[in-house]
């Protein structure tokens, strides 16, 4: 039995892993350390919170001392890194949250891992999860792979790409056996209403404005949480040491152009008269230093990994909206609280 901590498990992404790794691997001990900020939350686990091959740990990796004590109890043999500050937005409002948790963090659990490893770290990993943003911004053309120079411009992405370094940094001179990979962005069920997608399925739900930032010609390039899932399954298991993997889902959209398709699959869902979600968008002050275009290369994790996303845009869309529709308690909970106060503010 190997002991594998997953760190950030009850946020979007870390969650899916979760599940995935709890459900297919029997033979790991599944350790889910998580903050539960306001992104955390179980209830994104409930169907598997009582294998017995799964532990949750609530605790914050900005404690040293509380990250150390974990690592002398429970020598973990890897570690899949996902907890993270995550929204931009927020970023530009409180970098210093970002530079705790993203970069202090990441240092935190790195120094665990050294210190339980140093003398032997054969058959050890450390697996970093990090995003496409670090490499800055793309122009109208071309695309970020692997050696794409970093180039990170708001506080999130700073902080991000400086944890990237360190684990580089801690395989270089420690010997410390690590593999990062940088994807695009995400969606799918369970991802907190402060992004793109959720936030406009929540307001068409509602009827209210849809705040598209700027003129909406701004593109990413979007891939569904499972395939996310599953590339890091394919990385963690045969990644090679101290390798970078880009994932992205060979899907580039721009904002306003997806807002248009979203709006029209809501309208069918809802039973609406065609056009009415699109009459709820409303272009608002854009996000200081808006990156123009995100868009991966993901043919080394292709080629090599044998990776490629499992659903097009399409049907990731519609799994989408059905599980936020099916799901509307869920919903209610995340956006009761704090989320109005977050809303007020970055809205109003
Ligand atoms: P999320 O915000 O949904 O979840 C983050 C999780 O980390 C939450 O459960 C939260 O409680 C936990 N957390 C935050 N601070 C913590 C702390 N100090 N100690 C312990 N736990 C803490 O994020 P996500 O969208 O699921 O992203 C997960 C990871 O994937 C992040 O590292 C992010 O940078 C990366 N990533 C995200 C995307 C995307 O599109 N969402 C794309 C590429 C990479
Ligand atoms: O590229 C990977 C990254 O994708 C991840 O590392 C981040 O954790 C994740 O949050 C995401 O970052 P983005 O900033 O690209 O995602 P977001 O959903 O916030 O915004 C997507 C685009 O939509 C972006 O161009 C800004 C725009 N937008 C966003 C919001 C929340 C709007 O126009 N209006 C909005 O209200």
Known sequence: ?????????????????????????????????DALTYAGNLENLEDIKHKENYT????????????????????????????????????????????????????????????????????????????????????A???????TAYDPNSPYSASKASSDHFVRAYGETYGMPYVISNCSNNYG???????????????IIHSKP????????????????????????????????????????????????????LCKKMDLKLERYNGTSKQLITFVKDRLGHDLRYAIDASKIKNELGWQPSVTFE??????IDWYLQNKEWLNHVTSGEYQDYYEKQYT
């Not at 053309?141 to 050696?147: A, D, K, M, P, R």
């Not at 049907?315 to 989408?320: A, D, F, K």
């Open 1 to 33: 039995m190997k002991n594998i901590l997953i760190t950030g498990g009850a946020g979007f992404i870390g969650s899916h892993v979760v599940r995935l790794f709890v459900n297919n691997y029997p033979n790991y001990h599944i350790f889910n350390l």
């Open 56 to 139: 949750f740990i609530k605790g914050n990796i900005v404690d040293s001392t509380f990250i150390n004590s974990l690592f002398t109890e429970y020598q973990f043999d890897a570690v899949i890194h996902l907890a993270a500050e995550s929204h931009v937005d927020r970023s530009i409002n409180e970098p210093l949250a970002f530079v705790k948790t993203n970069v202090l963090g990441t240092i935190n659990l790195l120094e665990a891992f050294k210190g339980t490893w140093e003398l032997d770290f054969s058959d050890k990993r450390f697996y970093h999860i990090s995003t496409d943003e670090v490499y800055g911004t793309l122009g």
């Open 141 to 147: 053309t071309g695309l970020f792979n692997e050696t």
């Open 189 to 203: 069920p369970n991802q907190f209403p402060e992004k793109l997608i959720p936030l406009f399925i929540n307001n």
């Open 210 to 261: 849809l705040p598209v930032y700027g003129d909406g010609n701004y593109t990413r390039d979007w891939l569904y949480v499972i395939d996310h899932a599953n590339a890091i399954d394919l990385v963690f298991h045969k990644g090679k040491n101290k390798e970078t993997y880009n994932i992205g889902g060979f899907n580039e959209w721009k904002n306003i152009d997806l807002v248009w398709l």
């Open 315 to 320: 049907e990731g869309l519609e799994l989408t």
